[in-house]
């Protein structure tokens, strides 16, 4: 079984940089759509980003478009979130998630694989 652990959140200042990577054991990703999701306190889980097995297809939320960047090594079973000129509102756990084909899709039921997350917080 698929296990994702995510690293590289933190505090960081309004119009900052984080890199997160979530990191694969137990089996491979390698064809496996990947995707990371954010929930901030009182809300919904929400999509952020996703890749396609291969890397061919990126999609992201609107809310992030231009300003984050995922990315995917499969040689290290490894995926990646560049996040640039943050925003307070991006403040929110970030949880990657592996999904049950190689097809990008948005919803979490897409997903069969899930990190615990981590913490992202951007101070104004």
């Known amino acids: 079984q698929v296990q994702l652990v995510e690293s590289g959140g933190g505090l960081v200042q309004a119009g900052g940089s984080l890199r997160l990577s979530c990191a694969a054991s137990?089996?491979?990703?390698?064809?496996?759509?990947m995707g990371w999701f954010r929930q901030a306190p009182g809300k919904e889980r929400e999509f952020v980003a996703g890749?396609?097995?291969?890397?061919?297809?990126?999609r992201y939320a609107d809310s992030v478009k231009g300003r984050f960047a995922i990315s995917r090594d499969n040689a290290k079973n490894t995926m990646y979130l560049q996040m640039n000129s943050l925003k307070p509102e991006d403040t929110a756990v970030y949880s990657c998630?592996?999904?049950?084909?190689?097809?990008?899709?948005?919803?979490?039921?897409?997903?069969?694989?899930w990190g615990q997350g981590t913490q992202v917080t951007v101070s104004s």
């Open positions: 137990g089996g491979t990703i390698s064809y496996s759509a």
């Open positions: 890749i396609s097995w291969n890397g061919g297809s990126t």
């Open positions: 998630a592996a999904g049950r084909t190689g097809v990008l899709l948005i919803a979490t039921n897409g997903y069969a694989y």
